[in-house]
């Protein structure tokens, strides 16, 4: 099998570290990459000789991003209800009809091409592992549809029918389609049940049906996500602790209790930021730090999606985390590649090692601080694979 040297790196950024921040820097080193797995990890000069040798000259290089929480099949324009919001509007878990309507007029070639340039636009960005959410559709031929396109592209798939209640719909008679007929037909489809549980908005769902929608979901044979805790404090958080979720997403409010909870929870279920959310709704920022010092796992993720935060770009998410959330740059880091794994329960990405998925990111800069430094620059040159 081939193998290749990626050398003359100023700082690898290996994330597996045991250093006082975690991220195990290597300073002019070098590793190979053999069958898409890390097969070597050294110092430059003690190299071992490899089929072909690919130079950085001087960039640094890390762990691509592991972006845990996407909508990135729909169809539609929503950059109105953005302006609306930029002069004052609320946000209120609503305004998904357009999305849904042009989601179920496309067809699946208008869909995949769409997903593709999704895609790529975040893979230029670093995002090397992606999850793919349904939820634009609300019907059971159109969830299916959305779900079996994202599986042509990525294994972490997963199934939010319960994203909101549709307009002029009997929340009984959704909640049973939702929780059987669509669960049937896209369960072959979904790795992943997802809900969003937020008594706040009239449009999502309450604990007792967030329960409902997670169990049938884990009877199925498909594994717990949450949407908590975004619009005001709720029972997101503790359900998903509760049921041992993967993840809770969102998690901008948060009482004591919530905090006690996650960090209690912490082996199981992974607390995930989505800070360009905040910033596309005029929304306050988590209390990240509050959460970090209890000991909690922590996630940064991009939630694009067309209607509150139309951005894959996970550098940018590190330096909202950075600026807004009061995270360490490299807590920052560590958030969108262990802890984005984390939240996927995924033990082969996230991290620079030897036998890991060569999923690696090339800096156009010297060190990892420039992902911080240099606000909205296209710094990732380049990823493997």
């Given at each position: 099998?081939a ?14 570290g045991?250093?006082d921040?975690?991220?195990g820097?290597?300073?002019?080193a ?13 110092a430059?000069?003690?190299a ?11 960039r ?16 539609g ?11 004052g ?13 042009a ?31 349904s ?8 969830e ?15 199934f ?18 939702v ?5 049937a037909?896209?369960?072959?489809h ?10 706040n908005?009239?449009?999502?769902f ?22 908590g805790?975004?619009l005001?404090?709720?029972p ?12 809770v ?14 960090a ?50 996970m ?10 959330l ?9 958030a ?7 939240a996927?329960?995924?033990?082969d990405?996230?991290?620079i090692?030897?036998?890991r998925?060569?999923h ?13 430094y240099?606000?909205?620059m ?8």
């Open positions: 099998m193998s290749t040297l990626i050398t003359s790196m100023s700082q690898l950024v290996t994330c597996d045991t250093d921040d975690g991220l820097i290597r300073p002019d070098a590793l190979i990459v053999e069958d898409e797995r890390i097969a070597w990890i050294g430059r000069s003690a071992p000789a490899a089929d072909t040798q690919v130079d950085v000259d001087g640094c290089v890390l762990p691509a991003f592991v972006d845990s929480h996407t909508h990135l099949i729909f169809a324009d929503r950059s109105a209800e953005f302006t609306a919001r930029m002069s509007q609320a946000y209120d878990g609503g305004g998904i009809d357009v999305t849904v309507a989601t179920r007029e496309a067809s699946d070639d208008e869909l995949r091409e769409l997903l593709q340039l999704r895609l790529t636009r975040a893979r230029v960005q670093g995002s090397a592992t992606i999850e793919i959410k939820g634009y559709g609300l019907d059971i031929d159109t299916a549809r959305m779900l079996r396109l994202a599986r042509e592209v990525t294994d972490e798939t997963t939010l029918g319960a994203h909101v209640v549709p307009a002029n719909t009997d929340r009984r008679d959704y909640l049973d389609e929780t059987g007929p669509m669960l037909a896209c369960a072959p979904a790795r992943w049940v997802d809900v969003f549980c937020e008594p908005s009239p449009h999502a309450t604990e007792d049906e967030s329960r409902e929608v997670l169990q049938a979901g884990r009877a199925a044979g498909l594994d717990l996500r949450v949407h805790n975004q005001g404090y709720g997101g958080v503790q359900l998903a602790c509760e049921l041992g979720a993967a993840s997403d969102h998690c901008t409010y948060l009482s004591q209790r919530d905090i006690d909870a996650l209690d929870c912490k082996d199981q279920t992974t607390a995930t930021f989505l800070p360009g959310v905040e910033f596309s709704t005029h929304e306050p920022y988590p209390d990240a730090r509050r959460l970090i010092d209890a000991g909690a796992s922590v996630a940064l993720a991009s939630d694009c999606n067309p209607g509150t935060c139309y951005s894959s770009a550098p940018f998410m590190i330096q909202l985390a950075v600026r807004e009061k995270m360490t740059i490299a807590e920052a880091v560590l969108a590649t262990v802890g984005g794994a984390r996927l329960r995924r033990d990405i996230g991290r090692a030897v036998g998925r060569a690696v990111a090339v800096l156009d800069a010297p060190s990892i601080e420039h992902l911080a240099q606000i909205g296209p710094l990732v040159s380049g990823l493997t694979p």
